[in-house]
């Protein structure tokens, strides 16, 4: 798996008995028996089960993701890195393991924040576009170790389909698969760790964009692809368009949607309109994506930044952000009306003060909504905890 993956050490004061997925009537055998199939390794030609986590902040620098994507990858076999998304290019934070490194200057926009170019965002919430209309890109695999990420198959996400260029990587082949308007498909024989892309735009009223790309390995395992944008909401991905049915081009299995944070300071969002939110994003994905489970996650305690003047002295203190238990109610809510399983990570976390104690641990960074590296890994090793007492639970009932 390239980097030695080094399992975390779960703090007592998380709620390790309340670690379930709670399924709410939700039929996951397809996808158990799939992940059956791997372990067993049954199958002739590769088999891969694909999983997509969408996300905001928490799930952007990819460590909860990589503490998840590991360990199922060391048990079910690896078939690559999944989808890497060209977020330095689009002036924000990329997770180490990869990079996308450009030539030229470009524009960029994010489905969050500002918007620089003319291009809508796609599959990773991003899309970047090269001013001169010229792309030059090599996306690489990176390792702490001196193995590499390995891959021999890239599907690249972008725009528009009948000018994308040519990569230059031998030996080369461009697959026979069917092609859809936003996606290229590319494989060679032998196992590399970067590809470079090269490819001019047919005229200034068509520019090329790029969303991102998913790197495999073309063996049997787990493609586990992250999708997170700091300051996303559930409204974020339903303003995409399209962005259902390319995820739906990544051929999931599951479907891990973790938002809600930013959602619980926003003082202004009714009940209502974020069950509507959750309902348009995740109707979409049901339509588009029939073969995938879906699993909400619920936001931790986090705090609110405050600030008063004490003997004419500004002083900045922080109180827990009563909004995050109206999220997580709406979300299990939710989950339970459309019998979809939920993972409540508000309980398994703590609860309500338990804010204080992952600040105290070292495990919440200094504004006490985010993570350090080390709490984030904390959080996937329990989600991964959670999936693998499901899946052992499934095989061991169809056992009897």
């Not at 180490?96 to 450009?102: E, G, I």
């Not at 001019?200 to 964009?209: G, M």
């Not at 974020?274 to 305690?301: F, G, H, M, N, W």
């Amino acid at each position: 798996l390239g980097d030695v993956y080094k399992r975390q050490t779960v703090p007592s004061f998380l709620k390790k008995e309340k670690n379930v997925i709670e399924f709410n009537d939700a039929d996951w055998s397809a996808l158990f028996d799939g992940m059956v199939r791997l372990q067993n390794d049954t199958d002739t030609v590769p088999r891969v089960v694909a999983m997509v986590h969408i996300g905001d902040s928490h799930v952007q620098a990819g460590f909860l993701t990589e503490a998840v994507r590991l360990p199922l990858q060391r048990r079910f076999g690896d078939a690559g890195r999944g989808l890497v998304v060209p977020l330095k290019l689009a002036k924000t934070n990329e997770p180490r393991d990869y990079s996308v490194v450009a030539d030229g200057s470009w524009n960029f926009s994010r489905c969050v924040g500002r918007k620089y170019s003319n291009y809508t965002p796609g599959v990773g919430g991003i899309a970047i576009v090269p001013r001169n209309g010229r792309i030059d890109l090599t996306v690489s695999t990176l390792s702490k170790t001196d193995d590499c990420a390995g891959f021999k198959k890239v599907r690249l996400f972008h725009a528009p389909v009948d000018s994308f260029p040519g990569v230059i990587s031998e030996p080369f082949l461009v697959e026979g698969e069917t092609r859809l308007p936003f996606l290229t498909h590319f494989s060679w024989e032998e196992s590399v760790c970067s590809v470079h892309l090269t490819g001019e735009a047919v005229s200034k009223e068509t520019p090329l964009a790029i969303y991102g790309a998913s790197l495999e390995t073309g063996e049997s395992g787990i493609l586990y692809h992250t999708i997170g944008n700091n300051g996303a909401f559930y409204s974020s991905y339903a303003a995409i368009p399209g962005f259902s049915e390319q995820v739906a081009a990544l051929s999931p299995s599951l479907i891990v949607l973790s938002l809600g944070t930013n959602e619980s300071f926003s003082t202004s969002l009714t009940r209502d309109e974020l069950y509507k939110q959750i309902d348009t994003v995740v109707s979409s994905l049901r339509k588009d994506c029939p073969q995938a489970q879906i699993l909400l996650t619920t936001p931790a305690e986090c705090a609110r930044r405050r600030v008063r003047r004490v003997n004419k002295k500004r002083r900045v203190y922080y109180t827990p952000n009563a909004r995050v238990k109206l999220v997580r109610e709406m979300i299990r809510s939710y989950a339970v009306e459309h019998r979809l399983a939920c993972w409540d990570w508000y309980e398994i976390a703590g609860g309500e003060g338990s804010s204080s104690q992952w600040r105290k641990a070292g495990f919440m960074a200094y504004d006490r909504t985010h993570c350090t590296e080390t709490g984030y890994r904390v959080q996937g090793e329990m989600l991964y905890r959670a999936l693998m007492k499901a899946y052992q639970e499934y095989v061991d009932r169809v056992a009897q």
